[in-house]
């Protein structure tokens, strides 16, 4: 009976937080313009999701996130995994207080850090578009890239670097054959994290995205949803997202677990 | 020194960091093909020196040579030394053979000749068929093994060693030993071994390097450092010994433990205070006699394995260490004879405290960066300059370090028979030397105080 209980809660609370995402994808398999409504089974909405010049404006959304996403993402991994190796090469107090302020900007509210930026961009006098989106995005994702990396870092036999160089290298080539495959796992999860939040940024994008028309699929669904309900097309893109995450996780632990099995039948 | 057999010339170099001073003025030349080991406690700066060496500290006083070119400020990277460290520091993605191949790969040295040059430093270190294997899933004992054979495959001209067996098993240890002997003697190569294992020191070395406190205590050979220790710190550390307070009253003639003995040192002067020191394996112990030198009570008598362990109450009260092949039981007494040969005799380094201080008033005195109260002493404005003395036995050491004028912590015990010599580090980084019946724990904090009887001034 204790197991009984036990089982339900569990299936109960997986079940409150899938069932928005589970109902999403249920309704676009349906034409219906309203979210609840079923009109029968449809492939339609993903037939005109992909079709050329129907919704040219929510494509060009898609695109724009990715492409944001993908330059931020890679520039505070490379910002993020050197600050990590400079961080821990500090000692005693200097290290507390950098730590400290690669926290911060984690801790600080998006809304706050979304308007300081817009103010920031606005007094120096730069137009606001691509540009300063990317900029905002790689503020606040190098502080997350610095946290990836520098357990790493920590875990690290501290004489590796030294028995590189010790070895003939240079301290270039100490860091590029030596520290950094030693770190990767740590920058991959950083570049992993730094692209998802930039793909769900809406406080700091808005604020930044400046009044020339640029749209990334945050501020495209908010304006949309302004408007007068969602576009229907938005279900199916919804899913494909929701798709496309839940094949990434499952290939990540297959390929974890692996490893995993590997090690063991190595020791 | 232009002599050009040194590989390795090592003048005068100082470092500290921070206020510490890591190495003090130290000195070391070694010939090529030596294999020197440095030897001392921990903290006493070896792995400081050892890292100066391979390049990955810098000096602040001093000069390094090695085969004659000045290397002072060459980075790590263009020294012709390798380094095995303590925790093997093998780089964890690559397999074994990539390992080993680093240094070469650098180097651009041709493939093939890499793989022959990889199979021979494997089979030297007995790890031939590893090359495919994962590091991780080496044991510590062939850890290490790859870790040296990385290093000697760079045929470097002095290879550097840091406690590369602390981390192994003591049968493995022994084993490991042997083969860095072995390996030692056919390379032809410099070795430069840094442990804390006296033992291990003895069993390796050409030269020993003694350290302690950032300082050479004594450099020599495995049986100088252990026959003709220079002080009572080297005798201690190496082997166990028996060191007692004594006197040269003439040549050839010293007096301890309230009797006079004969000896074969010479040049002391007459009735100078000295060291002596004596191996517990030199006393000669038999059952009560008339023909002995001395007689004693046995306190203690354990089994080591191949000898006995006994500790001998003296008549006039001094507790002696002797090993023997034979048992004696506890109570027992029993006669003792030392040969004049197995007396070593050192000069005292020290024969009480001495101080720099300033006087603040008439009956204050600051030394140790601490103000004490002395006697009143005439004609005194303040600021002068003085010399304070303070015998061993009247400074007073107490448990509760609120109750002494200042604090320190133990930092070195000697035991000397009937006594403890100890010596206490002061908050201000100052030595105090102390002789005290109490028995007190290496790195116990202690309070300082001493009376203002015990204060001797002079004017500098």
Known sequence: MKKFIAQSYLWLLLALLYAPIIIIAIFSFTEAKVLGNWTGFSTKLYTSLFQSGAHHSLVSAIENTLIIALISAVVSTVLGSVAAIGIDRLRGHKRTVLNTLNNIPMLNPDIITGISLFLLFVSLGISQGYMTVILAHITFCTPYVVLCVLPRLQQMNPNIFEAALDLGATPFQALRKVLIPEIKPGMISGFILAFTLSIDDFAVTIFTIGTEGLETLSTYIYADARKGGLTPELRPLSTIIFATVLLLLVVINIRAERNRRKEETLR | ?460
């Not at chain 2, 070694?30 to 020197?36: R, W």
């Not at chain 2, 083969?179 to 840094?194: A, N, P, Q, R, W």
């Not at chain 2, 394995?305 to 002696?320: D, Q, S």
Request: net charge negative; aromatic share 8%.
């Open chain 2, 1 to 460: 020194m232009k002599d050009s057999n040194y590989i390795i010339e090592f003048s005068h170099i100082s470092k500290s960091f921070g206020e510490k001073c890591v190495l003090n003025d130290v000195s070391l030349y070694v010939k090529k093909g030596e294999f020197v080991t440095i030897l001392g406690p921990s903290g006493c700066g070896k792995t400081t020196l050892l890292r100066i060496l391979a390049g990955f500290g810098t000096v602040d006083e001093g000069e390094i040579r090695i085969a004659g070119e000045d290397i002072t400020d060459v980075p790590p990277h263009e020294r012709p030394v390798n380094t095995v460290f303590q925790r093997y520091a093998l780089f964890p993605h690559l397999n074994v053979y990539d390992n080993i191949a680093f240094g070469l790969k650098l180097k651009k040295v041709k493939a093939d000749e890499i793989e022959t040059r990889v199979r021979k430093a494997l089979k030297m270190v007995g790890m031939t068929d590893y090359e495919w294997r994962d590091v991780n899933s080496l044991s510590g004992g062939q850890q290490q093994r790859v870790a040296i054979a990385r290093a000697i495959i760079n045929r470097p001209q002095v290879l550097l060693l840091d406690e590369p067996l602390a981390a192994l098993d003591l049968k493995m240890r022994k084993d490991m030993q042997m083969e860095l002997k072995d390996m030692h003697k056919s390379l032809g190569i410099t070795f430069i071994y840094v442990t804390h294992d006296q033992e291990e020191a003895l069993t390796l070395s050409d030269t020993i390097v003694v350290m302690s406190e950032g300082k050479v205590q004594q450099i020599g050979t495995p049986t100088d450092i252990y026959n003709e220790p220079v002080n009572a710190f080297v005798a201690d550390f190496i082997g166990e010994s028996n060191i007692l307070n004594g006197k040269m009253i003439r040549d050839k003639a010293v007096e301890f433990m309230g009797l006079e003995f004969e000896c074969v040192d010479e040049g002391f002067g007459e009735n100078a205070p000295v060291d002596v020191v004596i191996r517990p394996e030199d006393v000669y112990i038999m059952a009560h006699t008339d023909s002995g030198q001395f007689e004693g009570v046995v306190q203690s008598c354990i089994f080591k394995g191949v000898h006995y362990e006994m500790t001998v109450l003296t008549a006039n009260g001094y507790e002696i260490m002797i090993q023997d092949y034979n048992a004696f039981e506890v109570g027992q007494t029993v006669s003792m004879i030392i040969k004049p040969s197995d007396i070593h005799v050192m000069r005292k380094e020290r024969m009480c405290n001495k101080f720099e201080g300033t006087m603040v008033d008439a009956t204050h005195v600051e030394i140790l960066g601490t103000s004490f109260v002395c006697n009143e002493v005439a004609n005194v404005a303040g600021g002068e300059k003085v010399l304070v003395e303070v015998d061993f036995d009247k400074i007073e050491l107490m448990d509760n370090k609120e109750d002494g004028t200042l604090m320190g912590d133990v930092r070195f015990i000697l035991y000397k028979g009937d006594h403890y010599h100890l010596t206490v580090r002061t908050e201000n980084n100052d030595n105090v030397y102390v002789d005290t019946h109490d028995v007190w724990d290496d790195r116990d904090i202690v309070g300082i105080r001493i009376q203002p009887d015990d204060l001797r001034i002079t004017f500098v």
